[in-house]
C-alpha cells in the first residue's frame, strides 16, 4: 500500500509539474506575440508618417529615373561637335507640354511636346536652347523625294555638327501609318539611340526607312514648309562622291536661318 501511495504521489507531482510546465510556455508565447505585435506596429505606423495618415506616393516626375546623358569620346567626335556640356542629371519632369518656338528668317514655327512621352528629348531641347545652341544656325539639308522634311539643328550646317552628348530613344512610331504625319517633328540620329540636337520638320505625310523618335507637332507654321518645299534644294545630297545614291536632298534653295530657339 505504501508502495502504491508513493507511485500515486510521483505521478500527481509529474502531472503539477507538466501543467505548469505548459502554463509557462503559454505565457511566454503571449508574451512573444506580444513583443511581435509591438513591433509590427510600430513600422506600420511609422510607414504612415508621424501624422497617423499613408504617405503619399512618390510623383512619377521624382521617382522616374534621370536621363541618360552619355558623354560622345573625344575620339568619335567630328570636328563640328559643339561642347555646351550637358543637361542636369536629374529626373526630367514628365507632365504637361511645352512650346518649341523657332524663329526663322522665313517666319515662326512653334511645335508642341508632350512631356509624358518624350521628357529627354525636351529637356534637351530646352537645355540647348538655354545655351544659345540653336541660335543663326542654317536648316543645312530639304528632302523632297525620299520623304519630306527640313533637316535643323546643326549649329555648323553639315550634317555632321551637334553637342557633345547623346541620349536614348523615346516615343518611336511603332505599328503607325504613316510612320511621320504631315506636321510632326522627329530626331535625326545615327542610329538608334544616338540623338543629339539635330531634328526632322515634316511638311509631308513620310515614311523613313529606320524609325526616329518622335518629339512633337508643329501648331504653327507648316506653310512656311511648304513654300521653302516648293522652291526645291540643289539636290547635293541625291548622289555620293562615288556615284551611289546619296541620302538625298540638299540645301534649300530658299536658305533657312534659325534666328533664335527657345522653350517654354
Known sequence: MANARQRLAQAAAARAAETARRRRMRIVGAAGAAVLLVIGLTIWLASRGDSGTPNAAPSSATSAAPCDWSVVPEAARSKETKD????????????????MTI???????????????????????????????????PCHRLITKQFSALQCGDPAGTGWGGPSYRYLDE?????RRPKYPRGTVALSNQGPNTNQSQFFLFYGDSELDDDVPVVGRITEGLP??????????????????????????????????ILSLMVT
Open 84 to 99: 555646351v556640356g550637358t543637361p542636369p542629371a536629374t529626373p526630367p519632369a514628365r507632365t504637361g507640354t511645352a512650346t
Open 103 to 137: 524663329t526663322t528668317n522665313r517666319g515662326v514655327i512653334k511645335i508642341n511636346m508632350d512631356r509624358a512621352l518624350t521628357p529627354c528629348a525636351v529637356t534637351s531641347f530646352e537645355y540647348l536652347a538655354s545655351k544659345k545652341f540653336f541660335d543663326n544656325s
Open 171 to 175: 516615343n518611336l512610331p511603332v505599328d
Open 224 to 257: 512656311i514648309l511648304e513654300e521653302i518645299a516648293k522652291a526645291g534644294s540643289d539636290g547635293r545630297y541625291d548622289i555620293n562622291p562615288d556615284g551611289t545614291p546619296g541620302p538625298g536632298g540638299g540645301l534649300p534653295n530658299q536658305p533657312v536661318q
